[in-house]
């Protein structure tokens, strides 16, 4: 690249208009306009050519892919906060920065969070498909129709206290639940005392006493399976367990068995394992509400994610860094 030709910026999925409108104004940008996912064949060819990479978080940027970029690539600006899909290492090791959009969905997937939170003890979503489905058992209201339970004076454990699961505890104060957490480290105090939270150091003793779940960590090494087999069945029968963060954080096929035998009282799910494939076991449960990745899914929120990538494109190429550069030790 001259210094008279624009950076060749290579976007793997639709974004919204005006961020696309404002990429193809200030690079050569090449977008992808009916949406359809790269194959690994077509990332392989993007990263050899492109001066800046636009991935989302389901195109896999792995070792394979990645080693053989080209050496114009020096910048991945991902549209997204998690970057689980790109190999952090080995992009360190071949000189390419990456960054993300974080903090800008925090509230739209805490709204979400709390909205599974209240849709799956109140059977919300059961409700509104029986009455579509011109259900003949409905003659009208009843006194013991379709009894959900209350959440007011229940505890809610969140894993992951960073800033959504901090976001999903004010609203769950709100809604006069009692906030329970476990986190890699402990809030300080200040926070603690204005969610008025309680820390747990062991998640197992934190599972074992909590009568809602909600799932707000990344997906890391770490964390993959963190809600294993033996940790989920450490959960109360009457229990529900809430996931808007990643699907890989909890082992689903046991999650799925365990509400088929009704050894847990339902789930909200955002995300899944091995999306877009869903375990058939949750769908056809009546206890479990199932939604396609749409905890992030806001117009204002997408908007503000392609402002994001944007100023750390336009950033790194007037030679500084990033302000959302990620260090593997991130994540």
């Known amino acids: 690249m001259t ?70 690539l020096k910048l991945i600006a991902q549209f997204g906060t998690g970057v689980d899909n790109i190999d952090l290492e080995t992009a360190r090791n071949r000189s390419i920065i990456v960054t993300n959009t974080p903090g800008v969905l925090t509230e739209d997937t805490a709204d979400m969070t709390m909205a599974l939170i209240l849709a799956v003890p ?37 894993v992951g206290m960073g800033r959504i699961g901090q976001a999903v505890a004010r609203r769950a104060r709100a809604f006069g639940l009692q906030v329970h957490y476990h986190n890699r480290r402990r809030v300080s105090p200040e926070v603690e005392k204005a969610l008025e939270a309680t820390y747990w150091d062991s998640l197992d003793q934190m599972l074992a006493r909590m009568d809602i779940i909600s799932i707000n960590c990344p997906h890391t090494p770490a964390t993959y399976h963190l809600l294993s087999a ?16 990643r699907g890989e954080v909890i082992d689903e096929n046991a999650l799925a068995r365990m509400i088929e035998n009704d050894e847990l009282g339902g789930a909200g799910l955002d995300v899944f394992e091995h999306e877009p494939a869903v375990n058939p076991k949750l769908l056809k449960s009546d206890k479990v509400v199932v939604l396609p990745h749409m905890g992030s899914a806001t117009l204002e929120g997408r908007i503000d994610m392609g402002e994001k990538v944007i100023i750390n494109i336009k950033t790194f190429l007037d030679g500084h860094a990033p302000p959302d550069r990620v260090h593997p030790a991130m994540f």
Request: net charge positive; aromatic share 4%; no cysteine.
């Open 3 to 72: 210094g008279a030709e624009r950076p060749l910026v290579i976007v793997t999925r639709k974004l919204p208009e005006v961020v696309e409108t404002r990429l193809r104004e200030l690079f050569d940008a090449r977008l992808n306009l009916d949406d359809t996912p790269l194959s690994r064949e077509q990332l392989v060819e993007a990263v050899k050519t492109a001066d800046v990479l636009v991935p989302t978080v389901t195109d896999r940027i792995d070792r394979s892919v990645l080693s053989q970029a080209g050496p114009q």
């Open 122 to 158: 109140r059977r919300l979503a059961e409700g509104a498909s029986l009455l579509k489905s011109g259900d003949s058992q409905w003659h009208g209201w009843s006194p013991t129709w379709m009894l959900g339970h209350r959440i007011y004076g229940k505890r809610l454990g969140i």
């Open 230 to 245: 033996r940790r989920l069945a450490l959960m109360k029968p009457s229990a529900y367990i809430v996931n808007t963060a």
